[in-house]
């Protein structure tokens, strides 16, 4: 599963709640305002997403109208561009649930930062998941560009160095790639709740910042310690 805590009944009753002929009908759930109810929802979101049961939520006409007035995210998702991993989908949520952040290898600079801040702070959002995933294209770009030696174009070289602390040398070949794509993860989650204005949040017990992985090959996302 998902997240710890979420067990496998009562996911799938969540993800059989409403076949996917409903979308956008069910009655909407009481909004995730914790870290753990956070949690939940997007275990439960996943499950109907990899057992295809989605609900598209949150896509009527009553939901596009209120949210012009104002958003209430319930997670930040900070992932990878690939176009094979989409948080909405993935985690079966719609307008409004997620604040996406997306650069490729979940690289953290000062504008993805910011951003991720921004949700936090500003909009009081619980959660922040930063989301790796299965045969990410820019980590096995650094690892073969940390191998080789040979330079990659200006700002795709710019990705490698900033991937390239996370390179786990003791496997070799594609082990290679995905052990630092578990790396990376962990690593990006660490920075983020080092930061003081997320840290302080995090002792309070008021938000909590997790690793995950997504599998291209089961569509199960599943944490990363």
């Known amino acids: 599963m ?5 067990t496998g009944a009562a996911a799938l009753a969540a993800g059989a709640a409403a076949p996917a002929s409903a979308a956008g ?4 759930p009481p909004r995730p305002e914790t870290p753990a109810q956070a949690l939940h929802a997007l ?3 996943n499950l109907r997403w990899r057992t295809y049961r989605e609900r598209h939520p949150d896509e009527t006409p009553a939901v596009r109208k209120a949210l012009t007035t104002g958003q209430h995210p319930f997670a930040v998702v900070l992932g990878c561009v690939d176009s094979r991993v989409p948080p909405e989908l993935v ?9 996406t952040v997306r650069s490729a290898g979940e690289v953290l600079d000062e504008a993805v930062l910011g951003s991720v801040a921004y949700g936090v702070l500003e909009l009081a959002i619980p959660l922040v998941v930063v989301l790796g995933h299965q045969s990410c294209g820019a980590v ?5 560009a940390d191998l080789t030696g040979e330079p990659l174009p200006d700002h795709i070289q710019y990705l490698a160095d900033q991937i390239r602390p996370a390179i786990d040398h003791g496997p070799e070949g594609d082990a290679r790639v995905d052990a630092t794509i578990d790396a990376q993860v962990r690593l ?4 983020l709740a080092a930061q003081p204005d997320l ?3 995090v002792a309070e017990g008021r938000l909590a910042v997790v ?8 569509q199960l996302v599943h944490r990363l310690g």
């Open 2 to 6: 998902l997240w710890a805590g979420v």
């Open 25 to 28: 009908h069910a009655p909407a």
């Open 43 to 45: 275990a439960a979101g």
């Open 91 to 99: 985690f079966d949520q719609g307008l409004g649930d997620l604040l």
């Open 140 to 144: 096995r770009a650094a690892v073969q």
């Open 188 to 191: 990006v989650r660490s920075r």
């Open 199 to 201: 840290a302080a949040k």
């Open 211 to 218: 690793g995950a992985r997504y599998e291209l090959t089961s």
